[in-house]
């Protein structure tokens, strides 16, 4: 191959790839790299409940997390109340991030942004 044709294969490609982002950008949402990541809610097996923003390297995972905690609340007709809690504060130990089994998510949905959770994780 001579090298006035591989130069106009590359330029080619490259045009290729130029006019490919411009058109998903165009088309698209573009790219926002400000964005902040969303948050889900990943339903365990045994009945956990975790909200987190999902990671998937090395294994999946959940960073920031929170759960669901029962709190005693005299002011409730049932005696108690649901509080979404962060899960370094409701355990014995520092989690920022939690490594989950695949084999044991019953679902996983995203949250809501105008959900009474994340205004919840939001007032932390």
């Given at each position: ?51 987190g923003k999902m990671t998937r390297f090395p294994k999946f995972g959940l960073e920031e997390v929170y759960i669901v905690q029962s709190v005693s609340d005299p002011t409730s007709p049932l005696g108690s ?44």
């Amino acid at each position: 191959m001579s090298v006035k044709r591989t130069i106009i294969i590359v330029l080619v490609f490259l045009v290729a790839v130029a006019f490919g982002g411009i058109l998903t950008i165009y088309l698209g949402q573009g790219f926002d790299f400000a964005k902040e990541e969303p948050y889900y809610a990943v339903q365990m097996e045994n009945g956990d409940l975790y909200f987190g923003k999902m990671t998937r390297f090395p294994k999946f995972g959940l960073e920031e997390v929170y759960i669901v905690q029962s709190v005693s609340d005299p002011t409730s007709p049932l005696g108690s109340s649901l509080r979404v809690t962060p899960l370094d504060q409701a355990t014995i130990w520092k989690a920022d991030k939690i490594e989950l089994n695949d084999d044991k998510i019953i679902s996983i949905s995203k949250v809501g942004e105008g959900s009474q959770v994340m205004q919840a994780i939001k007032g932390q």
